[in-house]
């Protein structure tokens, strides 16, 4: 039989699945994409990996005693799908009408497919949300900080969400492109929604052709590649916002600062001023001062202050900088640094989020993008990172941005496309809260860490295994996603999945809107092509469309400029703050009484830093990254992230002066630890990494070596070690990136890791 091919997306490249005898054998970039990511080698050997779920299956204990202790220790009995189905439905109804909507937590935070139908949170929420309601998250763990922050400074987060000043504008306009947190093109291979065409090298690529300059000011070389060009500045971890302030007192003491732009377009410079002059603490914030915390030269923060002064120059902070304790400052010290220099608005100035974080930042946005209806949800919501002190704290208050809260009494979870046991801080506390609901329901495609510590998993479908309709927010393609092969053994489609359970709870109708995988694929697709119309363009039909398998969407005629508007007329473009303009300082959040959050940019040093009382015992600052061989914890099973490890663990970066006093080499196993947990993990040793600074990726497989409060994981999960608190009282993101830790060789036998080994399944019945 001759090979057949099949159009598909995936978070990480668009590809064609090549496949024969009904079994996919490669997958092959899309023809468009002159930048692919090696990932997509990853899934053939995915899609047939020995974790896949198999059958429907409950825990032992739960099944036959609704025990929640054993939750991730205990052996799976496989059930049928008629019983695994009546099982979560009986126990959803049971739930919701014992305790109410808020007692089920239906979050479930996580990427999971690029397709925009079979987007497994998507359908989860739509069929918690036409059920009655459920507790929901808002924000995300990439930049919920900044969700939060900005719009009571710039009126809207759309400069972290990508609306940012495009990189066809930059290229012809840039002459100083400064990026604090560094411009990794690892971190470009990847887009939420999908990802047709790899542009972040070739962006860059144009940008040094047409005379730009970058400088790059991060712990790691690493997140300064070759191809920039660009001075390196190496600061220490979480300290930027006390370099910024040094700038911006450089720019206000030599009169280097536009105070007509400061008069015409924001509020509170003078308030700013005299903090930056030390006035109103006492402290000025020279460059001296500054050199102290952040470990770059005084006179190399003068040098950059002025020479972004004397040059069209544009700012940008990656993602990470606000995921750290306290992460709402560097993000208000850049702005306010960059509104001084006065070029927001302009051609090729001002500054934008996420450069470098994310592919397809800077793109040129199309008109729209495919999209599922997600219906209303009647039940309260939390912060994104705030699921343990829920489960841990039912009925406690907390404080969010602004208002007063009660966190509601959870007794049921329902998790599905994502995986919290990679996400979240302290692992080792969620593992306690996680134990703490009555019941929890996981639909997904592989054995997890959190689909080995639910009651019931129902198996879930890849991509590959329906049909779908793709797109990223900043992509300018949209894709056909056909059905490639049949499902594998046992499992169904999270859709299926879910209008089964509504047609036994009731309300199928009101779920699936009587259309089938077809007619919603018709639907969102028909969305994206009105949306289209309105702005003045076309798209062709769905059939013609799904037979090309992808159309290109066509892109504005003009170059996009953040606040251009806003700047040419202020008044006729006021921004959604209650000013009007940048609040350089704010009113509102003064009126929050946040100790821990001032109402202006400042330097508030973070709970764990090198210059913390804790590095005496935890001297070396752990930063954690995007890996650069999987989605997130997607794929780490597979091929291409394996070879990325040392001994089997996640790999380890650390300078050599660290790694020698320590008598470390590379290819050591090394334990890393602090007072909240431990792991193992592979030494390399990286002269591009800062001294006192460690670097890991995050999303090894959660693995850890027994049940106890604090047990060693073997794997390299990074998260074990982060502490689990809010960003802040005001936006209450994560603090993944404030972690001390300290690191010595294993020299007894390293124990073997069995994050890949499947759960022990109990003898069944069923056929197989």
């Known amino acids: 039989m001759p090979e057949q091919r099949f159009p598909q997306l995936a978070h990480w490249g668009a590809y064609t699945a090549v496949v024969k005898d009904g079994r996919l054998v490669r997958c092959e970039p899309f023809e468009r994409d002159r930048h692919p990511s090696p990932m997509l080698d990853a899934i053939p050997e995915m899609v047939y990996s020995p974790l896949r779920i198999a059958r429907p299956a409950v825990r032992e204990g739960w099944l036959k005693k609704r025990q929640r202790a054993g939750r991730g220790a205990e ?5 049928d799908w008629d019983q695994a189905l009546s099982l979560a439905a009986e126990e959803l109804a049971r739930v919701r009408s014992e305790h109410g909507a808020a007692s089920i937590f239906g979050g479930s935070y996580g990427w999971s497919s690029a397709g925009r139908f079979h987007h497994a949170r998507t359908q989860l929420r739509r069929f918690l949300y036409a059920g009655g309601g459920c507790t929901d998250q808002v924000g995300n763990y990439s930049w919920g900080c900044a969700q939060f922050f900005l719009p009571h400074v710039l009126g809207t987060y759309e400069s972290v969400d990508g609306k940012v000043t495009d990189w066809p504008n930059l290229i012809r306009h840039t002459k100083l492109f400064v990026a604090f947190g560094g411009m990794a093109l690892k971190n470009g291979q990847v887009a939420s929604g999908g990802i047709g065409e790899h542009t972040m090298l070739q962006w860059i690529e144009q940008a040094k052709q047409a005379g730009m300059e970058f400088v790059v000011v991060s712990p ?6 070759a191809v920039l060009g660009a001075q390196w500045i190496a600061v220490r971890p979480n300290t930027d916002a006390a370099m910024m302030l040094a700038m911006a007192h450089v720019l206000a003491t030599e009169n280097r600062h536009d105070r007509k732009f400061l008069d015409a377009c924001c ?30 030269p005084a006179d190399t923060i003068r040098d950059l202050a002025r020479r972004l002064a004397g040059t069209r120059s544009f700012l940008t902070a990656a993602w990470s900088l606000q995921r750290a304790h306290h992460g709402e400052q560097p993000y208000w010290a850049l702005i306010t640094l960059a509104a001084m220099l006065g070029q927001i608005g302009l051609p090729g100035g001002g500054f934008g989020f996420g450069f470098g974080s994310m592919g397809a930042i800077g793109n040129p946005r199309g008109a729209g993008s495919p999209a599922m209806p997600l219906g209303s949800n009647a039940g309260p919501k939390i912060p994104v990172a705030r699921v343990a002190d829920m489960l841990l704290s039912p009925n406690a208050e907390y404080d969010f941005n602004g208002e007063r809260h009660r966190y509601p009494d959870v007794r049921l979870v329902y998790w599905a496309g994502g995986n919290p046991f990679h996400h979240h801080q302290d692992l080792n506390r969620l593992r306690v809260a996680w134990s703490r609901p009555e019941t929890v329901i996981v639909n997904d495609t592989w054995w997890t860490a959190t689909a080995r510590r639910a009651d019931i998993v129902l198996p879930a479908t890849t991509t590959l295994e329906r049909n779908d309709v793709g797109a990223g927010a900043r992509d300018r393609f949209i894709f056909a996603m056909h059905k490639a092969i049949d499902p594998i053994a046992g499992s169904r489609h999270d859709f299926d999945i879910f209008r089964s359970l509504a047609g036994r709870l009731g309300y199928e109708e009101k779920f699936s809107e009587n259309r089938d995988e077809s007619a919603w694929l018709h639907t969102i697709y028909g969305r994206a092509r009105e949306a289209h119309a309105k702005a003045g363009s076309a798209l062709p039909a769905f059939d013609a469309f799904w037979q090309a398998g992808y159309v290109e969407q066509p892109l504005p005629a003009q170059d996009f400029v953040m606040f251009a508007e806003f700047r040419a007329d202020p008044k006729a473009h006021p921004l959604r703050t209650p000013s009007g303009r940048i609040e350089l300082y704010s009113e509102r959040i003064a009126g929050f009484g946040y100790a821990d959050c001032p109402p202006h940019a400042a330097w508030i040093p973070p709970r764990e830093w090198l210059g913390a009382e804790a590095a005496r015992r935890f001297p070396l600052h752990l930063v954690t990254i995007q890996p650069p061989a999987r989605l997130h914890g997607q794929m780490d ?6 070879r990325t490890k040392i001994a089997g663990r996640e790999r380890v970066a650390m300078n050599p002066a660290d790694a020698a006093a320590r008598g470390l080499t590379s290819g050591d196993v090394v334990r890393i630890f602090n007072e909240r947990g431990e792991c193992l993990g592979g030494l390399q040793i990286d002269a591009g990494t800062a001294p006192s600074v460690i670097v890991m990726a995050t999303g090894a497989w ?5 049940d106890s409060s604090r047990p060693l994981e073997r794997h390299g999960n990074p998260n074990v070690l982060a502490f689990d608190a809010g960003t802040s009282r005001l936006a209450q993101g994560p603090s993944p990136l404030s972690v001390l830790v300290q690191v010595e060789k294993w020299t007894a036998e390293a124990p073997a890791v069995r994050a890949f080994d499947p759960p022990e399944i109990a003898s069944s019945s069923l056929p197989r």
């Open 75 to 79: 052996r799976f009995v496989e059930v």
């Open 220 to 225: 790691t070389r690493a997140d300064c590649p």
């Open 702 to 706: 959660y693995d850890p070596a027994d």
């Open 267 to 296: 509020t509170g410079w003078e308030r700013v001023e005299a903090y930056l002059a030390g006035r109103s603490d006492g402290t000025p914030k020279t460059p001296e001062w500054a050199a102290a915390i952040c470990g770059v």
């Open 637 to 642: 099973p597979g091929p291409v992230s394996r």
